[in-house]
């Protein structure tokens, strides 16, 4: 089954301390990318891979770092999570035609972020 | 910069009547624009995209979207609602220029009634 996955699910942890919420999927896309979703502001991009070794930052990446050594990873890392880093969190991908990565976003099930 | 305008935090439509999600955008150039749709406890599922080509564009769940330049809109449309339809909707844009960066709206909650 095309899947993209996210672990863990949930997570509680405390000001300062370092964690990694990992995302693979299955489908041999180039594309992928991390967003962060907050009642009433919709998804906020963090940060893009166009494929294996490329990144480049969305629209909120301040406290955030991602790596892309392999094409179906790309785990999101929090050096040092503050509390308004709580959020719901969310990977997906896309395959990219042309160069461009206009076809559909295949979304992984979330990652509930608490931090105290 | 690109930004994307959903005006209605919540849309009330009765099973059986058509409705209509807004959404309007700004982009420099030409844009890719896609309707996503989320379901409670679940990420976010594609319903409709416009590339380029025809301005209404159909997709999943028999919902359908038409793109207006001159009103920068690209509202999510359908004729006949159902109960299941209820969920929250999300409109995003990205530029030609800049396909990788893709922008989300705040997202509308629709809840049709019985």
């Known amino acids: 089954e095309a899947q993209v996955t996210q672990n863990p699910r949930y997570l509680i942890t405390v000001t300062g301390k370092k964690l990694t919420v990992t995302c693979s999927q299955n489908?041999?896309?180039?594309?992928m990318s991390w967003y962060r979703q907050d009642p009433g502001l919709g998804l906020r991009q963090i940060y893009y891979?166009?494929?294996?070794?490329?990144?480049d930052k969305g629209d909120v990446p301040e406290g955030y770092k991602v790596s892309r050594k392999e094409k179906r990873n790309f785990p999101l890392i929090l050096e040092s999570p503050s509390p308004n880093q709580t959020s719901l969190y969310f990977c997906a991908s896309s395959s990219v035609s042309g160069g461009t990565s206009y076809n559909e976003q295949f979304f992984g099930p979330g990652t509930r972020l608490t931090v105290l | 910069a690109q930004s994307v305008a959903q005006p209605e935090d919540q849309v009330n439509v009765a099973e059986g009547n058509p409705l209509t999600v807004k959404c309007t955008y700004s982009v420099s150039g030409n844009p890719y624009l896609f309707w996503y749709v989320q379901y409670p406890n679940r990420g976010l599922q594609f319903l409709l995209k416009y590339i380029t080509g025809d301005n209404l564009v159909k997709g999943s769940y028999g919902f359908e979207a038409e793109f207006n330049k001159s009103q920068t809109s690209f509202h999510l449309k359908k004729p006949s609602a159902l109960v299941s339809d209820s969920a929250l909707y999300f409109c995003?844009?990205?530029?030609?220029?800049?396909?990788?960066?893709?922008?989300f709206g705040s997202g509308t909650r629709l809840s049709i009634r019985p």
């Open positions: 891979s166009m494929n294996v070794e490329v990144t």
């Open positions: 489908m041999n896309h180039e594309y």
């Open positions: 995003a844009v990205s530029a030609y220029s800049s396909a990788s960066k893709i922008i």
